[in-house]
C-alpha cells in the first residue's frame, strides 16, 4: 500500500498540487498539514501516518524537505522505516532506501535541507540585528493599530465590547486584551 504525506509551513500556502503528485504516484491515502518543517513537533499528520505504516507500505512525499528540514529527524525516520519494512520514495527526486546509493543521496538531500533552513535563521538574525541598530525593532511584532486610549473612553461611556469592537472594527478579543492591560 502507498501512502502520501504533503506538507507546507505556512498557512497561506497550498498542498493540492503535492496532493495531486502523490495520488497520481498511485498513494490511495494523502495526509496533509500546515506546519514548519524545522522540526517533527506538532507535526499531527505525520505522527499518525508514521504510527499506521506497516511492513510492505510505501511512504511518498514530493521532495524529501516535505518530510523533515533536520538531517536528525530525517535519519531518525528512515532508520524507523527501514526497520519496520517500510520504503521511503519521492515523486520529485530519485530515492530509494534500498540502495547504498539511494541512501547516500537522501542524506545529501538531507544535509541541503538543514543548510536552508540554518541560512535562513542566519539571514532573519542579520535582518533583526540590522533593524535593531537602525531603532526600528522592538522585537513584539508590528506596532498596535488598535487605539487602545479609544477602547478605554468608549467603555467609559458605557459601551460592551460587541458595540466597541463593532465600531471600530476590530475584533472583540482585542477590545478585552486591551482593557485587560489598562492601568
Known sequence: M???????????????????ALKAAGCSVVRAEKVTGTTTEGRDELRTLLQFLREGDVLVVTRIDRLARSLRDLQNMVHDLKGRGVALKATEQ?????????????DMLGVFAEFETNLRRERQMEGIAKAKAAGKYAGKGRPSSIDAAKVREMKTQGLGATEIAKALGIGRASVYRVLEAAP
Open 94 to 106: 530519485p530515492i530509494d532506501t534500498g540502495t547504498a546509493a539511494g541512501k547516500c543521496f537522501l
Open 2 to 20: 502507498m501512502y502520501g504525506y504533503a506538507r507546507v509551513s505556512s498557512t497561506d500556502q497550498d498542498f493540492t498540487i503535492q496532493e495531486a
